[in-house]
């Protein structure tokens, strides 16, 4: 039940794009990107719910595709500060009305200068 | 105002105390979420509450641990009887509503059992 990301790790020169992907063996309901910094909270970047729907936050974005039952995070032009685990958190259709998450193993990004 | 508040940042136990970990949610935040993270790993859920309500516990242990959410004050995540796998970092998200909405995390509780 639980997604699986890729890769489980990368490492980034600044300005460099990256690509993380979750994938649910179970039809999804909404998607939710955090980051997480070694020893803080994790942070809210951004939640999709839509087929095919596309956010985007500065130079972070993201893509879900519900008939494959994936999501994609693009970081481009990475900074420094995009450097964090990042976690993807699927919500099922069985739990809609409760927001509870099942969140991947995470994915760590490390962005050097 | 204020974000997700817990209590303690960080406590130490011996085996078989009681550990009490405390959340305060955001103001206007009537949903309560807890996870537990293991260290290296991802963030696992275990009970959601809403005030003076338990709706989701299929993530809590059938035994030790138990959790409220009372009309009045924080929502209170309750271990008894700690064994070192207990120790791990348990977070506390709020949310305005149920489903399809941004949760807030705290800065965790990080539990360790000696």
């Known amino acids: 039940q639980q997604p699986v990301q890729s890769p489980q790790a990368v490492i980034l020169r600044e300005g460099e794009d990256a690509v993380i992907n979750c994938s649910s063996s179970?039809?999804?309901?909404?998607v939710h990107w955090y980051r997480q910094k070694h020893g803080e909270a994790p942070v809210f970047l951004m939640i999709?719910?839509?087929?095919?729907e596309q956010k985007g936050h500065e130079k972070i974005s993201a893509s879900f595709n519900e008939k494959k039952q994936q999501s994609s995070l693009y970081l481009t032009a990475s900074q420094l500060s995009y450097s964090g685990t990042y976690f993807c958190?699927?919500?099922?259709?069985?739990?809609?009305?409760?927001?509870?998450?099942?969140f991947g193993q995470g994915t760590t990004l490390q962005v050097k200068p | 105002n204020a974000g997700v508040m817990q209590n303690p940042r960080h406590l130490v136990r011996r085996r078989g105390q009681e550990a009490r970990l405390r959340c305060s949610p955001m103001?206007?935040?009537?949903?309560v979420y807890w996870y537990r993270q293991l260290p290296e790993e991802g963030l696992k859920f275990m009970v959601y509450?809403?005030?003076?309500?338990?709706?989701?516990e299929s993530g809590m242990p059938k035994e030790r641990f138990s959790a409220e959410f009372p009309k009045e004050g924080p929502s209170i995540l309750r271990i008894q009887q700690v064994v070192r796998g207990d120790s791990a970092a348990y977070f506390c998200?709020?949310?305005?509503?149920?489903?399809?909405?941004?949760?807030?995390f705290g800065q965790g509780t990080r539990l360790t059992v000696v």
């Open positions: 998200a709020s949310s305005p509503t149920s489903g399809r909405t941004e949760a807030f």
């Open positions: 179970k039809a999804l309901y909404s």
């Open positions: 999709l719910l839509k087929g095919g």
């Open positions: 958190g699927t919500e099922l259709p069985g739990s809609s009305n409760t927001g509870k998450l099942i």
């Open positions: 103001k206007g935040h009537s949903h």
């Open positions: 509450l809403q005030k003076e309500n338990i709706i989701d």
